[in-house]
Protein backbone atom coordinates (compact mmCIF):
# COMPACT_ATOMS: atom_id res chain seq x y z
CA UNK A 1 0.00 0.00 0.00
CA UNK A 2 1.11 3.43 -0.86
CA UNK A 3 -0.26 6.59 1.02
CA UNK A 4 0.05 10.11 -1.15
CA UNK A 5 -0.66 13.37 0.36
CA UNK A 6 -0.64 16.43 -1.91
CA UNK A 7 -0.22 19.47 -0.88
CA UNK A 8 0.75 23.30 -2.39
CA UNK A 9 -2.47 24.23 -4.08
CA UNK A 10 -4.25 27.66 -3.98
CA UNK A 11 -5.51 30.78 -5.68
CA UNK A 12 -3.11 32.63 -8.06
CA UNK A 13 -3.37 35.50 -11.01
CA UNK A 14 -3.43 34.16 -14.37
CA UNK A 15 0.82 34.12 -15.44
CA UNK A 16 1.70 32.85 -11.57
CA UNK A 17 3.37 30.23 -10.49
CA UNK A 18 3.05 27.40 -8.38
CA UNK A 19 4.42 24.29 -6.89
CA UNK A 20 2.55 21.22 -5.94
CA UNK A 21 3.95 17.89 -3.28
CA UNK A 22 2.90 14.64 -3.12
CA UNK A 23 4.58 13.03 -0.27
CA UNK A 24 4.66 8.85 -0.13
CA UNK A 25 4.86 6.67 2.62
CA UNK A 26 4.48 3.32 2.29
CA UNK A 27 6.32 0.79 -0.20
CA UNK A 28 9.56 1.96 -1.57
CA UNK A 29 8.78 5.38 -3.39
CA UNK A 30 11.21 4.63 -6.14
CA UNK A 31 9.74 1.40 -7.25
CA UNK A 32 6.97 3.36 -8.30
CA UNK A 33 6.61 5.63 -11.53
CA UNK A 34 4.84 8.85 -10.48
CA UNK A 35 2.30 11.32 -12.21
CA UNK A 36 0.06 13.84 -12.10
CA UNK A 37 -3.88 14.25 -13.32
CA UNK A 38 -6.35 16.84 -12.71
CA UNK A 39 -9.97 17.21 -13.32
CA UNK A 40 -12.04 20.54 -13.25
CA UNK A 41 -15.51 20.53 -12.69
CA UNK A 42 -18.00 18.48 -15.00
CA UNK A 43 -15.37 17.31 -16.85
CA UNK A 44 -13.36 13.81 -16.52
CA UNK A 45 -9.97 13.50 -15.10
CA UNK A 46 -6.93 13.94 -17.62
CA UNK A 47 -3.59 13.44 -17.50
CA UNK A 48 -0.84 16.39 -17.00
CA UNK A 49 2.23 14.60 -16.64
CA UNK A 50 4.45 11.66 -15.30
CA UNK A 51 7.63 10.55 -14.02
CA UNK A 52 9.75 7.82 -14.17
CA UNK A 53 11.68 5.94 -11.05
CA UNK A 54 14.48 7.56 -12.04
CA UNK A 55 13.27 10.63 -13.27
CA UNK A 56 15.08 10.63 -16.08
CA UNK A 57 12.22 10.17 -18.09
CA UNK A 58 8.89 12.27 -18.46
CA UNK A 59 6.17 12.95 -20.57
CA UNK A 60 3.42 15.87 -20.50
CA UNK A 61 0.07 17.03 -21.82
CA UNK A 62 0.23 19.21 -25.06
CA UNK A 63 -1.79 21.42 -23.05
CA UNK A 64 1.25 21.97 -20.20
CA UNK A 65 4.39 21.35 -21.95
CA UNK A 66 6.27 24.10 -21.67
CA UNK A 67 4.81 25.38 -18.77
CA UNK A 68 4.59 22.30 -16.10
CA UNK A 69 8.05 20.80 -15.09
CA UNK A 70 7.31 17.19 -12.94
CA UNK A 71 10.66 16.07 -11.14
CA UNK A 72 10.71 13.74 -7.68
CA UNK A 73 13.50 13.40 -4.66
CA UNK A 74 13.58 9.73 -3.99
CA UNK A 75 14.74 10.70 -0.55
CA UNK A 76 12.07 12.32 0.24
CA UNK A 77 9.96 10.37 -0.78
CA UNK A 78 8.14 13.41 -2.91
CA UNK A 79 7.27 14.35 -6.01
CA UNK A 80 6.61 17.99 -7.28
CA UNK A 81 4.80 19.41 -10.01
CA UNK A 82 6.15 22.95 -10.84
CA UNK A 83 3.65 25.32 -12.11
CA UNK A 84 4.30 28.51 -14.30
CA UNK A 85 2.27 30.47 -16.86
CA UNK A 86 -0.73 29.58 -15.53
CA UNK A 87 -4.14 29.84 -17.29
CA UNK A 88 -7.75 30.12 -15.63
CA UNK A 89 -8.17 26.94 -17.86
CA UNK A 90 -5.84 24.92 -15.53
CA UNK A 91 -7.93 25.19 -12.70
CA UNK A 92 -9.11 21.97 -10.78
CA UNK A 93 -7.80 19.74 -7.98
CA UNK A 94 -5.30 18.28 -9.30
CA UNK A 95 -4.58 14.27 -7.89
CA UNK A 96 -0.84 12.32 -7.73
CA UNK A 97 -0.90 8.73 -8.14
CA UNK A 98 1.14 5.92 -8.33
CA UNK A 99 2.16 3.10 -10.97
CA UNK A 100 3.05 0.22 -10.08
CA UNK A 101 5.91 0.18 -13.22
CA UNK A 102 8.98 2.11 -12.81
CA UNK A 103 9.19 3.31 -16.48
CA UNK A 104 6.54 5.57 -18.42
CA UNK A 105 5.65 4.84 -22.08
CA UNK A 106 1.98 6.02 -23.41
CA UNK A 107 0.49 4.21 -20.99
CA UNK A 108 1.34 6.48 -18.41
CA UNK A 109 -1.26 8.27 -19.77
CA UNK A 110 -4.36 6.36 -18.46
CA UNK A 111 -5.44 6.87 -14.84
CA UNK A 112 -6.60 3.06 -14.65
CA UNK A 113 -2.86 2.15 -14.98
CA UNK A 114 -2.22 3.81 -11.83
CA UNK A 115 -3.42 1.76 -8.66
CA UNK A 116 -2.49 4.40 -5.68
CA UNK A 117 -3.67 7.77 -5.64
CA UNK A 118 -3.50 11.13 -3.25
CA UNK A 119 -6.93 12.70 -2.08
CA UNK A 120 -6.30 15.84 -4.35
CA UNK A 121 -5.20 19.36 -4.13
CA UNK A 122 -7.70 22.54 -5.60
CA UNK A 123 -5.68 24.93 -7.78
CA UNK A 124 -7.79 27.84 -8.62
CA UNK A 125 -6.17 30.30 -11.20
CA UNK A 126 -8.28 34.06 -11.66
CA UNK A 127 -8.03 35.82 -14.80
Known amino acids: QVHLVESGGGLVQAGGSLRLSCEASGRTFSNYAMGWFRQAPGKEREFVAA????????IYANSVKGRFTISRDNAKNTVYLQMSSLKPEDTAVYYC????????????????????WGQGTQVTVSS
Open 51 to 58: ISWSGFST
Open 97 to 116: AARSRTLVDASARRDYEYAY
